[in-house]
């Protein structure tokens, strides 16, 4: 029963990394990220609305009233993580995307963990630990540098490897575990993982809807556009159903099989179904060949995340 629970988790990691390539079909069909953003996540609010209903688990949210504000914003990490991800996966590909939010993902759980923030029990500095982080930076150091000889039918990646894109990738995976901390903080206040998820995608999709508001504005975006959703194909709309079956099974897993397997598992899987992307050309992305220094970056990048959170 155990080996069903780990596969799961890898599963789930691959869902995070598919979520990404198969919204760049509703931003396409929308004509601006932000607005894919907002239609995604208010898809994913509505579905796990409708799964607490049906589940009688709504109960929770009457506890939201004593609960402290800040535990209430971990959704905010949802549209920076996706809009990102938009934004970086046509230029990049996914693997160096991936890659890029994973190295994120382990330092900020490391700098919660070493720190004791946002109510994560410190944790003391292990020579596994190090090593782990060690090997994560130069995997996803081999990764990058191997995208230059990478290149799809879109064009030469590796010009589009440049420090700003590269310090977006880091922030968007960077802001997952934060999110992760304060949402365990919310459940443990509010205790039903259902609604904790709820909260989070309802501030997420209100997050995102104030952005776009602003940048609609400003002028900044183009008008998001409706019609051209009916020639979207249908795995399009897919999106928000991994992101929130994603963000409800790590909870769920998480008592069951322990917290840093299902975040070794679940990176792994993302690290995984990112390569499958980039090689085979999923979800209508570029095909981008994997070189053999970029399978051994994925390799590193694998092993040392794994390191790390099992250490």
Avoid: C, H
């Amino acid at each position: 029963m155990e080996a069903i629970f780990l596969l799961t988790a890898v599963a789930v990691g691959g869902l995070l990394a598919a979520q990404a390539s198969v919204n760049l079909q509703l931003t396409r069909a929308v004509g601006t990220p932000y607005g894919a953003s907002t239609l995604q996540l208010g898809f994913a609010a509505v579905l796990l609305l409708a799964v607490a209903a049906v589940a009688g688990r709504l109960g929770g949210l009457s506890d939201l009233s004593g609960v402290a504000p800040w535990k209430l914003l971990g959704g905010i990490a949802s549209p920076v993580y996706i809009t990102s991800a938009i934004l970086l996966f046509p230029g990049l590909g996914a693997l160096a995307s991936v890659g890029l939010f994973v190295t994120g993902q382990v330092l900020a759980s490391l700098a919660l963990d070493f720190g004791g923030l946002l109510g994560v029990p410190r944790e003391p500095v292990s020579a596994g630990v190090v090593a782990g982080a060690a090997a994560v930076l130069v995997g996803i150091t081999a990764v990058i540098r191997g995208q230059r000889n990478a290149a799809g039918p879109a064009g030469a990646a590796g010009s589009a490897v440049r420090g700003p894109w590269i310090a977006l990738g880091l922030v968007a995976g960077a802001v997952l575990p934060v999110q992760g901390a304060i949402n365990a903080a919310l459940r443990r206040e509010v205790g039903e993982p259902l609604a904790v998820a709820l909260v989070s995608f309802t501030v997420a999709t209100l997050t995102i809807a104030v952005v776009l508001s602003g940048l609609l504005a400003l002028e900044r975006t183009p008008r998001p556009q409706l019609r051209p959703l009916r020639d979207m194909p249908w795995w399009g709309w897919l999106g928000g159903a991994a992101a929130a079956t994603y963000v409800t099974a790590t909870f769920l897993l998480i008592p069951v099989i322990g917290a840093a397997t299902t975040v070794a598992l679940t990176v792994t899987g993302q690290q995984l179904a990112s390569a499958a992307i980039d090689q085979y050309g999923l979800f209508r992305m570029p095909s981008r060949r994997l070189t053999p220094a970029r399978l051994g970056g994925l390799a590193i990048l694998v092993g040392g995340s794994i390191l790390v959170q099992l250490s």
